[in-house]
């Protein structure tokens, strides 16, 4: 069997935003017991996640941004950015660690290293705008990873599937009319961020899904709008936004979600990239609060990033 890169860093749990935040290092913990239940220790490569550089970063995020981040940094306490997002002395480490990991799972996968990779990180980074931190989120990893796909090993079409309950507001405001990146993603609407709906640009496949709606809704976005969008694009590498905040158990949203759907969009994401991408997809954690259903999710979509 394959063996999927398991990328992570020991500063992603030390990024605390404050008793009782849901975005907590348990999170983490959690999706590595579900790994190692379901059998998969042997069939997973874990590795540390180096910092992204300024460089990578700067692709996506305003220059002015990423060094106001690093002056931001707290030597005590905590500093908040927006209402729900605060750094504590470890939190840009974390992010820089983050971002980082999704760089190096595309240098994995593009070389041929290994087909598939999961990034084990947190802070979350979807919502993150190119100036701007908001909702949990500091620096954009999917993006910056995406980016350094493009830029550094030359890919022309790369997909970004997001499947977190919140629409990834950051990922499309780096990426609208770029024709290179075909973004798909379902979310909850109306919901935070309450974006997502206003004239996407002609590269955003954005479904929302009203409160309530559950597996058959969300297959069914899939089978009708986001294979056929990813059909058309050939994609040379799939990022996944993953989120599993759309579960039923999740405190902070209402879709309807069950573990299985998480293996299942995963196996169907397999065979886009066997067809398209020679296989090659790269995971990264976003949202997901409810601890039990997180772990219990997220293993079963690396299983099937293993086994495809
Ligand atoms: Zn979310």
């Excluded at 002395?89 to 990991?101: E, I």
């Excluded at 030359?154 to 609208?176: K, P, Q, W, Y």
């Excluded at 405190?251 to 299942?264: H, I, M, S, T």
Aim: hydrophobic share 45%.
């Amino acid at each position: 069997m394959p063996i999927t890169a398991y990328i992570t860093h020991p500063s992603c749990l030390l990024h605390e935003m404050g008793a009782g935040h849901p975005e907590c290092p348990e999170r983490l913990a959690s999706i590595n017991d579900h790994v190692i239940a379901l059998g998969l220790d042997g069939h997973v490569a874990r590795l540390e996640a180096p910092r992204a550089t300024r460089e990578q970063l700067g692709r996506v995020h305003l220059p002015a941004y990423v060094d106001a981040i690093a002056q931001a940094s707290p030597a005590s306490g905590l500093r908040y950015l927006d209402p729900d997002t605060a750094l504590n002395p470890h939190s840009v480490d974390a992010a820089l660690h983050a971002a980082g990991a999704v760089v190096h799972a595309v240098d994995l996968v593009v070389s041929g290293a290994h087909h598939t990779a999961f990034c084990a990180v947190r802070p979350p980074g979807h919502h993150a705008e190119s100036r701007r931190a908001m909702g949990f989120c500091v620096f954009n990893s999917i993006a910056v990873g995406a980016a350094h796909a493009l830029e550094a090993h030359g890919l022309e079409r790369v997909a970004i599937v997001d499947f977190d309950v919140h629409h990834g507001n950051g990922t499309e405001e780096m990426f609208s009319d770029d024709g290179r990146v075909l973004m798909v993603s379902t979310f909850q609407y109306p919901l935070y961020p309450y974006s997502g709906v206003d004239n996407p640009a002609p590269n955003m496949v954005n479904i929302p899904l009203p409160g309530g709606a559950g597996s058959g809704e969300f297959r069914a976005a899939v089978t009708d709008h986001w294979l056929p969008a990813l059909e058309r694009h050939r994609p040379q590498l799939i990022f996944v936004s993953a989120g599993f905040d759309a579960h039923r158990e999740d405190p902070l949203a209402g879709l309807e979600l069950a573990d299985a759907d998480y293996a299942w969009v995963t196996r169907e994401l397999m065979a886009v990239a066997a067809k398209h991408a020679q296989g090659r997809i790269v995971s990264t954690l976003e949202g997901g609060y409810s601890l039990s259903a997180l772990g219990r999710s997220a293993a079963l979509h690396i299983r099937e990033l293993v086994t495809g």
